[in-house]
């Protein structure tokens, strides 16, 4: 016979402290997996105003005055747009790491140490992260 429980409210977020490594994994999957998606439109929706470069002349493309190398290059002169790109690199790292993580775990591999894996993840997103700051970061000032 079926026995049933009282969950609680999902909606009553001061539970967020009850919740344990899967539950962090599938929130941190859900935001990395939206961000991406809305990065995306945004990457589309910023190139697409640059098209007009592809119709420029050969010496404004080689003095790198067409629109398309003025926007990128206005972009990049922005410290918020190279933290920003480092912030997308993280969320990008985690989804696709949680990602090839999940897919091992539906196929029945580590099922036994999904909490090791998450935090594993974790570490290596934070890792790499860090250790692209450089690049990101390389003539901003
Ligand atoms: C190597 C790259 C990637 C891997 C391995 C991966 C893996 C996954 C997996 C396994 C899920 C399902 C999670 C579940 O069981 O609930 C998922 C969900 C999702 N992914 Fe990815 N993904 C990748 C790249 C991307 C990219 C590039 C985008 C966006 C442009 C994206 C957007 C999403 C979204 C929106 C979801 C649904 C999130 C939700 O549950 O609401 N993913 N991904």
Known sequence: ?????NRGLIEDFSRW???EA???AWIFH????????GYLF???????TAIP??????AV????????????????????VRILEVGLLAVAVFHMLNGARLLLVDLGVGLESQDKSF???LILTGAITVASVPTFIAGAF
């Open 1 to 5: 016979m079926s026995q049933s429980y």
């Open 17 to 19: 402290r009850e919740f």
């Open 22 to 24: 899967g539950m962090w």
């Open 30 to 37: 859900k935001f990395t997996g939206w961000v991406l998606i």
């Open 42 to 48: 945004t990457h589309i929706a910023v190139l697409s």
């Open 53 to 58: 470069a592809s119709g420029a002349e050969t």
């Open 61 to 80: 493309l080689q003095a790198g005055n067409d629109v398309y190398t003025q926007t990128i290059v206005s972009l990049e002169g922005l410290l918020l």
């Open 119 to 121: 935090y594993a993840s």
